[in-house]
């Protein structure tokens, strides 16, 4: 019998399995699907204080993401990055001394911070002059971080395992009874079914929260979800520079502008209700042009249909506080925990990437009663890949140790693996060391690798989660790496 069953593998599940595993705890993480498939891959990939979020008075939320950006900041640097994101005034919409008032609370909030502070800036100068309309004259520009989603959920579930856990993806848990004591989980993948004991049960299953919950206790469980769809549109780069744009809408909304995969521009997120099934959820028409406009209301060039080169959607399980719009349910997280009857099973409701730490901590602490376990650790602990104190100064240090590395593959490899590039890339000398190419920098060495140390198991896997290559290759060279992935699977 193991103590902690985690049924999810998105950031939520992946990080209570790491730090249940540092404290101790025998812990086994079982996904229905690849690790971060669905809402955490689906993401606009920030890790942030949620300026808007000011609005809603949640000042809890606000406070702990901006202290918790920090902490991942040093944890994981070659995932996550600073960025400066750019606010212009616009007429009509939310005033200047609004603005400023707000971001100025922003910036103390998080107390002391290791990023610059907002500053005014003159939308009539390069390099905003000929990228928003004329109306726009002034904003301002603060800061908060970029991330890899997806790998910030596979490092963690890495790290859980290298712990001690032991995780399952494409593994399904089908039935949960409870025996006073223990859940009896039945779990079922490729190769059959099997029973697995718990003490205890962490609930982390999304937008598949509310279902999990009534499989363990009963139909009369109530539900406690309500179900958003945020979708995201791809374009070719709209604008020179590293910054991001974030632009206010009519409906009270923002969509953000920001530098994606070098070469396209990721425009999003909607606000949409959902009732459908989340592993099928697809961005409509009517967001598409939402997103097109809401971008378009700001850029000195409008942005066209035939521009969207890609788009992705994903459900938001959000905690039900009866809010009457989507845009201002709480982002923030919550808990049910039933224990009256036994065993206990702990459902987790919202929470996002910045607060996935800390709301593994809150989730082992509601559960300490009933599980004896260490203390936290997570706080100065790096994820894998994460060891180092500058990004910049390991980015040399690896370049004069793979000379023979073109820059380009060099920056992505030392972003996506950290101080693990050379777990990737062994006694490699040269790229014919690497193996088969597939097309651009993707090498079987790496395949192997993602295969070997990262759950990875389908080129979809690859390709859209634990790297975002779909949007460089060629169909042909897609269908290269599903067909040796398939093979050697």
Known sequence: MIDLLVVGGGINGAGIARDAAGRGLQVTLCEKDDLASHTSSASTKLIH????????????????????????????????????????VDEG??????????????????????????????????????VLDDRLKRGFEYSDCWVEDARLVALAAVDARERGANVLTRTECIGLERRGDRWRARLRNAEGEWIVEARALANAAGPWVDRLAKMALGSGTPARLRLVKGSHIIVPRQY???????????????????????????????????DGDPGSVAISDEERAYLREAAGRYFRKPITADQIVHSYSGVRPLYEDNSA?????????????????????????????????????????????????????????????????????FLGQAASCYPWLPDTMLVRLARAYGTR?????????????????????????????????????????????????????????????????????
């Open 325 to 393: 719009r989507n845009s201002t349910v709480t982002r923030d997280y919550a808990f049910e925990l039933d224990a009256d009857g036994g065993a206990p099973i702990l459902s987790v409701y919202g929470g996002k990437l910045t607060t996935f730490r800390k709301l593994a901590e809150h989730a082992l602490a509601r559960l300490s009663a009933h599980l004896p376990m260490g203390g936290e650790w997570t706080r100065e602990a790096p994820l894998p890949g994460g060891e180092m104190d500058d990004f910049a100064q």
């Open 49 to 88: 204080g949620g300026l808007r979020y000011l609005e809603q008075f949640e000042f809890r939320l606000v406070r702990e993401s901006l202290r918790e950006r920090e902490v991942l900041l040093a944890a994981a640097p070659h995932i996550i990055w600073p960025l400066r994101f750019v606010l212009p």
């Open 421 to 489: 590039i050379g777990a990737l890339l062994g006694d490699a000398g040269s790229l014919e060391d690497l193996g088969e190419c597939f097309g651009g920098d993707l090498y079987e060495a790496e395949l192997r690798y993602l295969m070997r140390e990262e759950f990875a198991r389908d080129s979809e896997d690859v390709l859209w989660r634990r790297s975002k290559l779909g949007l460089h290759l060629p169909a042909a060279s897609r269908e290269r790496v599903r067909a040796w992935m398939s093979d050697k699977g």
């Open 93 to 130: 919409m939310r005033p200047a001394w609004m603005l400023r008032l707000g971001l100025a609370l922003y910036d103390q909030l998080g107390g002391r911070s290791s990023l610059p502070g907002t500053r005014p800036v003159d939308l009539r100068q390069p390099p905003h002059r000929t």
């Open 240 to 274: 020179p520079g590293d910054h991001a744009y974030i632009f206010q809408q009519g409906d009270g909304r923002i969509v953000f502008a920001i530098p994606y995969e070098r070469d396209f521009t990721l425009i999003g997120t909607t606000d949409t209700p959902f």
